[in-house]
């Protein structure tokens, strides 16, 4: 069960280009957290975590703001600019979740088996 978790929480990252050692560039913040809520979505136990983590990705420092072209999906979802994170800090983000699901895991298996 840890591992099924850390692995989903790793190929989300994965999924949206934030890649150990691809971590360079810009990242559209919405990408990101459209992520979160499909892995909180998945996974009702840690909402928690994934909420924290998504307040992170808020809160961190911006990338700049960068205008959508007329006839795109965003533009016609509505979206006139796009926030843009930094990939290295959102990977950060991902990989500071993983970890602390990991350990939320551990301290369940660890109190299940006392």
Do not use: C, K, W
Not at 4 to 30: F, H, K, S, W
Not at 37 to 60: I, K, M, Q, T, Y
Not at 62 to 78: I, W
């Amino acid at each position: 069960m840890e591992e099924e978790a850390l692995l989903n929480v790793l190929e989300a990252a994965r999924t949206i280009g934030l890649a150990v050692g691809q971590a360079a560039g810009t990242i559209d913040e919405n990408v990101v957290l459209h992520a979160l809520a499909r892995l909180a979505h998945g996974d009702p136990g840690n909402e928690d975590l994934f909420r924290d983590a998504a307040a992170r990705v808020r809160l961190s420092r911006s990338a700049g703001l960068e205008a959508v072209e007329s006839g795109s999906l965003a533009a016609a979802a509505g979206a006139g600019e796009v926030q843009l994170r930094y990939r290295s800090e959102m990977a950060d983000v991902f990989v500071d979740l993983a970890i602390d699901v990991s350990l939320r895991e551990q301290e369940m298996l660890t109190a299940a088996s006392t």
